[in-house]
T-cell receptor, first 114, second 112 residues
């Protein structure tokens, strides 16, 4: 069982839809991440929240909008996506403020944009 | 410019034998090196890490070796088991930044 929970596991949306991906962790971690992963590629970092503040935004298009309501929750709001945005979206968290690289990943949300 | 390279896209090993996965890097400023394991349609799982000041770290069947002069990292799995079949990613951290620099991954297949 993963300790980082992502919902939904699968999402199909049209290019004009607005949807959200949700992530929750109860490990008391203070850093949370959104990654995007395409088939046969490593994960690509999108956003990092540290102590509920956005600390890294990897020049992600504005059609992706992150939100961190509290230290346990991280959302990714999706609007006007393109078919090339179809991918596995991974949420992760980490315990240490200093980056030792040990991330706990959720199982991912498989997004298909039609 | 790929700072972390995994040159073998796939590796096939007999069950019970040793699996050796390799990783090369170019940036001598990396702080930590890590190995993640990924099954299809799941998130990566942290496996083992090593600080740049060490040359070996062992955890059960998994051992990571770091050769700083060669800028080379390897993961040894002994003995290999069918459940080890997965994609293995090498990754590195730098400057206490939250970024992980990932390799392209190596698909390990354990044959019965």
């Amino acid at each position: 069982d993963t300790e980082v929970t992502q919902t939904p596991k699968h999402l199909v949306m049209g290019m004009t839809n607005k949807k959200s991906l949700k992530c929750e962790q109860h490990m008391g971690h203070r850093a949370m991440y959104w990654y995007k992963q395409k088939a046969k590629k490593p994960p690509e970092l999108m956003f990092v929240y540290s102590y509920e503040k956005l600390s890294i935004n990897e020049s992600v298009p504005s059609r992706f909008s992150p939100e961190c309501p509290n230290s346990s929750l991280l959302n990714l709001h999706l609007h006007a996506l393109q078919p090339e945005d179809s991918a596995l979206y991974l949420c992760a968290s980490s315990q240490k403020a200093a980056n030792t690289g040990e991330l706990f990943f959720g199982e991912g949300s498989r997004l298909t944009v039609l | 410019d790929q700072q972390v390279k995994q040159n073998s896209p796939s590796l096939s090993v007999q069950e019970g034998r040793i699996s050796i996965l390799n990783c090369d890097y170019t940036n001598s400023m990396f702080d930590y090196f890590l190995w993640y394991k990924k099954y299809p349609a799941e998130g990566p799982t942290f496996l083992i890490s090593i600080s740049s000041i060490k040359d070996k770290n062992e955890d059960g069947r998994f051992t990571v070796f770091l050769n700083k002069s060669a800028k080379h990292l390897s993961l040894h799995i002994v003995p290999s088991q069918p459940g080890d079949s997965a994609v293995y990613f090498c990754a590195a951290t730098i400057d206490s930044n939250y970024q992980l620099i990932w390799g392209a991954g190596t698909k390990l297949i354990i044959k019965p």
